[in-house]
């Protein structure tokens, strides 16, 4: 095994932007582009099928993605009844209850603690590492626990909102740090 120096910034690992594309939801829920990203990623796996289900749901009522995933997933304020209903698919109706809880935190929560949330409930380490190759699961769960670390660098963890942190992100140019596995040669 052998590490190679990597100058990849943060933000351009797959793992990161799916868990970027979950918090700007969290905290821009109009943001349709970035609802679609989250849902496909392995985080919810949500099909192509589901995706043109949830598009047509939000055109037949004249409403964002957002408001359309929370209504079929039984999650609305409008929704009278507390059942999930039965015709709307398993990741769906999963994103629906997981993101309007995180929805909430997000809005007292430093991005350190939202993450940290996201992470456990929604499962992301064992569904990333079930759905990338066996080759990448060390390098993707080592993406995720550097995004985890930058999230307590910024501002020194204080005074940070998740939509702060989102964009300070997006504009910096934070590089991916030095890995190190035990037994490996560090090229350099």
Do not use: C, K
Not at 9 to 30: F, G, M, N, W, Y
Not at 81 to 101: F, I
């Amino acid at each position: 095994p052998h590490i190679a120096p990597d100058s990849t910034p943060l933000i351009d690992t797959p793992e990161v932007r799916d868990l970027l594309a979950v918090v700007e939801v969290l905290v821009s829920p109009q943001h349709d582009l970035a609802l679609a990203h989250a849902l496909r990623s392995p985080l919810f796996g949500a099909s192509d099928d589901e995706l043109m289900h949830l598009a047509s749901h939000a055109r037949q009522d004249g409403s964002n993605w957002w408001s359309a995933l929370l209504q079929l997933g039984g999650q609305s304020r409008e929704s009278s009844a507390q059942t999930t209903p039965t015709n709307v698919e398993p990741a769906l109706q999963r994103a629906a209850r997981l993101m309007s809880g995180w929805q909430a935190a997000a809005q007292t929560s430093p991005p350190h603690d939202l993450l940290t949330r996201i992470l456990q409930e929604g499962e992301a380490r064992e569904r990333v590492a079930a759905t990338v190759p066996a080759g990448y699961r060390e390098q993707a769960l080592f993406h995720i626990d550097a995004l985890l670390r930058h999230s307590l660098e910024m501002d020194a963890g204080r005074d940070a909102t998740p939509y702060r942190w989102v964009r300070a992100l997006r504009q910096s140019a934070q590089a991916l740090p030095a890995r190190t596995q035990a037994g490996a040669v560090q090229l350099l």
